[in-house]
């Protein structure tokens, strides 16, 4: 009996020692990372509010299911420095419901290292009446940033039937004596609501900052037609197609420039023609950020469109492939010819700030590319020529979280000669690789002094090369001449910033009967053009490198 009861209080102060240990453990609740801090560190954001139309999902941006990364900003203004960034948040808000009355959402938030500061699974925010209102997002679980409020009366027809998510965009007072501090919520839509396909339901990336309210459209996600006069734009009408209202934006991917609409024509069967005005991108979306970094093929794999990705999957991570000859002489006594073949890419990293009294970017340009040039004389007299002209123009547009971003590279070839020959079999010229590298600095931005802006350039390149070299004559050979090419890369950025660079690479070639020779010549210069609300302005071309090197010599 003594054993028995000695085991039952064993037992109960077992069991007294587990619950005790057991309460003392806390079992954090695991959440779910809907997208990775460092997935939203790239890419673009940008201002203004997304829409959600119950009568035809078919244009609305939010839905079950939609994921909308965001920048939390907190910035500072002074009267003579501007507007900078003091704190930087990032985030997701992920919609599990909405409907005419409100929005359920989940919402996570980053701080700038990537720690997890603030997470909601779940909040309803009801609709409010009429214009955004912000000070309903008050309440302590509500996200801040946001407004989800009617659209009724607004002018836009496409817009006025529907409800907004507005993002929260503070503007200081510049007249203001001392610092001033204000919040920016920037915005993108990671993922679609369940019900649709794409991000950017015909072509609208978000509905616009400013005031009335109109869409912002890329042109390039929609079909666009070719249009000579400046003002017109043309669109075929397809099943994607907006009903475009005055006042919408677009940007114009076709001519590299923003627009706003100011008629509309529709009454062609096939298509809608659009006459338009210059705008400017602080109008539409107010502030916006962009920052990408890789090779074409992985800034498109990371933040293309849909059709983007298509396309990516379709061609070599090449931007160009070619091989063609450039027939100098073809007669009966005297075949002249240069072979060329060229494999061109390029690689970007850039980080673009614009909002509405500044703007800044910095970015590194790299085109690297395999060129082989050779040079071909069979015949028994000589000629002089001299030539140049355009023979590839590669192009890749693509839509960074639905900003337009243009990769295009303008390609001649040229070439002089003067020969002298009794009889010469001749193929004669190199195969390079070439390692251009651009980085720039640009900024511009409104103070005491009015609006002004400075750029800083530089720029290098490397090579290596080998050589084909077969030489056979009869008598005293004279050649002396000059083949290659120039490149005139360039990268638009949402219709904003343009640096454009300018890269000829000759090959300076002398054969006679004692000696070859061939000389490697190149230069880099860049220009950079910004078309800004407050600061139009084309920087003067600045040569960054240049080289002139002997890259072969042999003795007969």
Same mark, same amino acid.
């Given at each position: ?14 069991v007294?020692?587990?619950? $005790? ?28 509010g =997304? ?5 035809? *999902? ?16 907190? *910035? ?22 909405? +409907? ?43 996200f801040?940033? !946001? ?30 004596s001392?610092? !001033? ?9 990671q ?5 649709s ?24 996600l ?14 075929? %009408?397809?099943s994607?197609?907006?009903?475009f ?8 991917? *076709?001519?590299?420039?923003?627009r ?10 096939s298509?809608?023609t ?13 502030t =916006? ?6 090779d074409v ?19 070599? &991570?090449?931007?160009i ?18 072979m060329? @073949?060229? !494999? ?6 850039? +980080? ?6 500044? /703007?800044?970017?910095?970015? &590194? ?34 839509s ?10 303008p ?5 002089? =000669?003067?020969?002298?020959?009794? $009889?010469?079999?001749?193929?004669f ?15 511009? %931005?409104i ?9 800083? &350039? ?23 001449g @000059? ?6 890369p ?5 219709c ?10 000759? /090959? ?20 950079? %053009? ?27």
């Amino acid at each position: 009996m003594k054993n028995l009861s000695r085991s039952f209080l064993l037992f109960v102060a077992s069991v007294i020692v587990v619950f $005790s240990l057991s309460s003392c453990i806390v079992v954090d609740n695991p959440v779910l990372v809907r997208v990775p801090f460092e997935e939203l560190k790239g890419g673009a954001y940008y201002g203004g509010g =997304l829409l959600f139309s119950p009568s035809d *999902m078919s244009i609305s941006h939010l839905g079950e299911g939609t994921l909308i990364a965001f920048q939390d900003l907190r *910035m500072e203004w002074a009267p003579e420095e501007g507007s900078s960034i003091a704190e930087r948040n990032y985030g997701y808000l992920y919609i599990k419901s909405i +409907d005419g009355t409100g929005i359920e959402y989940e919402y996570l938030i980053y701080d700038s290292e990537g720690a997890i500061v603030k997470h909601v699974d779940s909040v309803f925010q009801p609709v409010s009446a009429g214009s955004q209102d912000l000070s309903s997002s008050s309440d302590a679980d509500f996200f801040s940033g !946001v407004s989800y409020h009617s659209a009724a009366g607004m002018q836009d027809p496409y817009i006025s039937s529907g409800y907004l998510l507005t993002f929260r965009h503070e503007i200081p007072d510049a007249e203001s004596s001392g610092p !001033v501090s204000f919040r920016k919520v920037l915005f993108r839509v990671q993922q679609p609501p369940m019900v649709s396909s794409t991000r950017f339901p015909s072509g609208v990336i978000a509905v616009s900052n400013s005031i009335p309210r109109s869409l912002v459209i890329n042109s390039s996600l929609l079909v666009q037609e070719p249009s000579a006069i400046e003002n017109q734009i043309v669109f075929s %009408k397809t099943s994607s197609l907006p009903n475009f209202s005055n006042g919408d934006y677009i940007f114009d991917t *076709m001519k590299d420039s923003l627009r706003r609409v100011v008629s509309v024509n529709d009454s062609d069967p096939s298509k809608v023609t659009l006459e338009t005005e210059e705008a400017f991108v602080e109008e539409a979306l107010g502030t =916006l950020i962009l920052n990408i970094e890789g090779d074409v093929s992985e800034i498109i794999e990371k933040f293309g469109t849909e059709s983007d990705r298509s396309f990516a999957e379709s061609v070599t &991570t090449n931007l160009i492939t070619k091989e063609w000859e450039v027939s100098i002489v073809d007669d009966d006594e005297m075949k002249a010819a240069i072979m060329n @073949k060229l !494999v061109l890419d390029a690689n970007i990293s850039l +980080d673009f700030h614009l909002s509405w009294n500044k /703007f800044s970017s910095n970015g &590194t340009l790299r085109f690297p590319a395999k060129v082989s040039s050779i040079l071909e004389i069979v015949g028994k007299e000589g000629f002089e020529t001299e030539n140049t002209k355009k023979v590839a123009e590669p192009e890749v547009s693509i839509s960074v979280c639905g900003i337009p971003v243009k990769v295009s590279i303008p390609i001649e070839i040229f070439y002089g =000669l003067e020969t002298q020959i009794e $009889s010469i079999d001749l193929q004669f010229g190199p195969e390079i690789e070439v390692y251009p590298k651009f980085h720039y600095e640009v900024e511009a %931005k409104i103070d005491f002094h009015g609006p002004h802006g400075k750029s800083y &350039t530089r720029g290098s390149i490397d090579h290596n090369s080998t050589f084909v070299d077969k030489i056979d004559f009869d008598g005293s050979p004279e050649i002396e001449g @000059k083949f290659g090419f120039k490149f005139f890369p360039g990268v638009t950025i949402a219709c904003v910033l343009r640096p454009e660079m300018e890269i000829p690479m000759g /090959f300076s070639a002398k054969v006679n009967q004692s000696k070859a020779e061939l000389d490697f010549e190149t230069e880099g210069h860049i220009m950079i %053009k910004l078309d800004l609300l407050f600061y139009k302005h084309t920087f003067a071309k600045t040569k960054v490198f240049s080289q002139t090197r002997n890259i072969y010599s042999k003795e007969f």
